[in-house]
């Protein structure tokens, strides 16, 4: 098993910037992949950005492209999201996951995080 959870959610002004971090514990090394999806109020779970533990292969959804960059630490089983530039379309909740690839599905995630909210406001 994996377990997952997120920080560094909160409330910024539109244009800012918040630095979401994402700890794993346990057997981290039987999932090569981690990924970010968020879930805004009344709207199904979306995919945001993927990599590998190595950093390889990170893809981005068309709205995360150019403002959130992924990137891990893999020696503390830490992964992060900066999100630039923010908007008040990107309050959600932000999930982070564990899974075989780097996939915009969530059905290729197995292992969840509970959250964090990031509140945008214009």
């Known amino acids: 098993q994996i377990q997952v959870a997120e920080s560094g959610g909160g409330s910024v002004q539109a244009g800012g910037s918040l630095r979401l971090s994402c700890s794993a514990t346990?057997?981290?090394?039987?999932?090569?992949?981690m990924g970010w999806f968020r879930q805004a109020p009344g709207k199904e779970r979306e995919f945001v950005a993927a990599t590998y533990w190595s950093g390889v292969d990170t893809t981005y959804s068309d709205s995360a492209k150019g403002r959130f960059t992924i990137s891990t630490d893999s020696a503390k089983n830490m992964v992060f999201l900066q999100l630039e530039n923010l908007t008040s379309e990107d309050t959600a909740v932000y999930y982070c996951?564990?899974?075989?690839?780097?996939?915009?599905?969530?059905?290729?995630?197995?292992?969840w995080g509970q959250g964090t909210q990031v509140t945008v406001s214009s």
């Open positions: 996951a564990a899974g075989v690839r780097p996939s915009s599905s969530r059905r290729s995630y197995d292992f």
């Open positions: 346990g057997r981290v090394y039987i999932r090569d992949a």
